[in-house]
């Protein structure tokens, strides 16, 4: 048997030329994917700063007397709007605004007392024949709250609790590397961001008497 050995000009073995680029391109996809999850977490940090900034400038304002009126929380939601298109021009927002009688209430946002027979979470509406199961209808409103809040501005000295949530298409594709399946993918495909706060609309007169609770059954 004869053993070659190889030419003292060509030492394979302890060849080093080359490495850095293959190390290279293991590590980068990592990298990458490293650095695309550092922009897309600072972007919806910056919108959320950006929005929630935004939002309490308008609540302030919406607390003023002539916030209750319609067309001016309409051109308050306007302003939170420019504010948000211009760091995120395709972004849709809804928007909420929940007044409570204390702040006490706005903070718990506890659903009106209601007994639920069937267990399911809900305050359930009449069915087969059965009456609706019976709730107490705390702010009169004539239906059953979950948040226990009722809809809109409120009057004098209730407390709003004002709400925008923000949705908008990730910025960086990182759904294409993370998502297991096609669900997963659509999922992660949007930014969804809310921002919320609670202020009292301004004294210009008395605060409204609320009526004592009153057992209903849900419509």
Not at 42 to 62: C, E, F, N, P, T
Not at 118 to 142: R, V
Request: charged share 20%; glycine share 8%; net charge neutral.
């Amino acid at each position: 048997m004869i053993r070659k050995s190889l030419p003292e000009s060509v030492p394979l073995l302890s060849d080093r030329r080359g490495s850095a680029v293959v190390e290279f391109a293991i590590v980068a996809p990592v990298l990458c994917l490293l650095l695309l999850g550092i922009f897309d977490t600072a972007h919806s940090l910056y919108m959320r700063s950006v929005l929630q900034g935004i939002i309490q400038k308008v609540a302030r304002d919406s607390a003023l007397e002539s916030g209750t009126a319609s067309a001016q929380q309409t051109a308050l939601d306007n302003k939170v709007r420019t504010s948000v298109n211009a760091v995120a021009n395709n972004a849709t927002m809804t928007f909420t605004r929940r007044y409570y009688r204390t702040f006490s209430d706005a903070a718990a946002a506890k659903a009106e007392t209601w007994t639920d027979t069937n267990g399911n979470g809900t305050c359930d509406p009449p069915s087969g024949g059965t009456p609706g199961e019976p709730y107490i209808d705390a702010n009169n409103n004539n239906k059953w709250d979950s948040d226990g809040g009722n809809d809109g501005q409120g009057g004098a000295k209730d407390r709003v609790l004002y709400t925008v949530v923000v949705s908008y298409p990730r910025f960086f594709p990182l759904y294409n590397f993370l998502a297991t399946d096609a669900a997963s993918r659509d999922a992660m495909k949007v930014t969804k961001i809310t921002a919320s706060t609670v202020l009292e609309n301004q004294p210009y007169s008395e605060q409204g008497s609320y009526g004592a609770p009153v057992t209903r059954n849900c419509p």
